[in-house]
């Protein structure tokens, strides 16, 4: 059930990421929220984080299309790739949620407007959650079949069979026949 419940989540999660960081790249898809996108990230490059630290402000355009582009890349990989890659285009979704809450924070637009940001942070972290979730119960597993391998198997000295080797083998195929 949860493999289903993480596929679900992760194909959700990687179409929709797709579709907006497809409108922060390219006028193509809906030219007025393209437009609303760019305004919107000149405003966000004046609150970039780093900005208070290093005195650096990224430019708008280019701040935009490697955030644009990061989505559309993480959203193929959550969406259609398998594997520990799409782990870390999970965290990466994470962080750049967290990099979209900031800025709505700190321009003041209030929750109205991170509302989404917000929405979306809770979903990656559920998948991320489920995920580690399912490696644990895989690992526990696989420890009790390990555990239980161990104690059905007979031994006599380091050895793994039945019958001890000064026995001979016309002894095991004697034992063999009686089984």
């Known amino acids: 059930m949860a493999s289903y419940v993480l596929r679900v989540i992760s194909l959700t999660l990687g179409v929709f990421f797709i579709f907006i960081g497809t409108l922060k790249l390219t006028p193509s898809v809906n030219?007025?929220?393209?437009?609303?996108m760019r305004k919107m990230y000149i405003k966000n490059a004046k609150v970039f984080p780093l900005v208070k630290w290093t005195k650096w402000k990224p430019n708008s355009h280019m701040y935009r299309k490697v955030i644009g582009g990061s989505e559309v890349v993480c959203g193929a990989i959550l969406s259609f790739i398998p594997g520990p890659l799409k782990e870390a285009a999970n965290v990466l979704m994470i962080l750049l949620s967290c990099l979209d809450i900031y800025s709505h924070y700190a321009q003041d637009e209030g929750l109205d407007k991170m509302s989404l940001s917000v929405v979306f942070f809770l979903l990656l972290t559920c998948r991320l959650i489920i995920h580690l979730q399912m490696k644990?119960?895989?690992?526990e597993e696989a420890a009790q079949q390990n555990q239980v391998t161990e104690q059905a198997t007979p031994t006599c000295q380091g050895h793994t069979h039945n019958v001890h080797p000064a026995a001979g083998?016309?002894?095991?195929?004697?034992?063999k026949?009686?089984?």
């Open 177 to 179: 026949k009686t089984q």
């Open 136 to 139: 644990a119960r895989e690992l």
């Open 169 to 175: 083998a016309g002894f095991s195929a004697a034992v």
């Open 31 to 36: 030219k007025e929220l393209h437009k609303e």
